[in-house]
């Protein structure tokens, strides 16, 4: 380990497991989880590769940590949707919000396609997303607030209107990243607009 490197973990200012796991995290921000090897992150780490299985059970738990680590880091420079204007307003926010951030961290998870256990290690932390909730359980709770300030019918499935939302979002990203993808995606201009109309209209007649 580089001896600036080192005297920073001793002084206390992170512990080499957390530095361990921002190493493997720029790494995935930087170039995706494809080909990425324990050597690759150890050398930017600057310590020996063997340094890693001392605090790691193998290179999957550290992979999803450093996934988990780079999902909230993406959510922290994208930001939260504001969520102070109409109903509309706000579910335009929310849908904007949510095809952003998973357009940025889904493709590190490209190079994984073939890789159960780094997903099965991923799924077992906690949500990285909305401090915790999701973005499922954090737009069931928003629409819950409205349900209750009378915006939304009362009869409403928040869950149900949860899940076409956010599945929405996933079906123009993970597509792409079952077939590997990493360029931008393309959203369609009025695909925002078209799914918030339909979801405040509904598709019966009036």
């Known amino acids: 380990m580089a001896p600036r490197r080192a005297a920073a973990l001793r002084d206390g200012d992170v512990s080499l497991r957390d530095h361990l796991i921002a190493a493997a995290t720029r790494l995935i921000a930087e170039r995706g989880t494809a080909g990425l090897t324990v050597r690759d992150i150890a050398r930017a780490a600057d310590v020996a590769v063997g340094v890693l299985y001392n605090h790691f059970a193998d290179k999957e738990e550290l992979l999803a940590l450093a996934l988990h680590e780079h999902v909230r880091e993406v959510e922290r420079r994208i930001g939260r949707p504001d969520t102070d204007g109409t109903l509309a307003e706000n579910l335009h926010a929310f849908v904007t919000h949510a095809l952003a951030v998973h357009a940025a961290f889904l493709p590190a998870f490209a190079g994984l396609i073939g890789h159960p256990e780094v997903f099965a290690r991923f799924d077992a932390l906690p949500n990285p997303m909305a401090d915790g909730r999701g973005l499922h359980t954090a737009l069931a709770d928003y629409l819950r607030t409205e349900r209750d300030r009378g915006r939304i019918a009362l009869g409403t499935d928040l869950h149900a209107v949860a899940t076409l939302v956010v599945g929405a979002c996933h079906e123009l990203v993970l597509p792409r990243v ?13 695909h925002v607009d078209a799914l918030v109309t339909t979801v405040l209209n509904g598709i019966t007649p009036r």
Not at 178 to 190: C, N
Request: proline residues 15%; aromatic residues 8%.
């Open 178 to 190: 079952y077939r590997g993808l990493t360029e931008p995606v393309d959203v369609p201009a009025d």
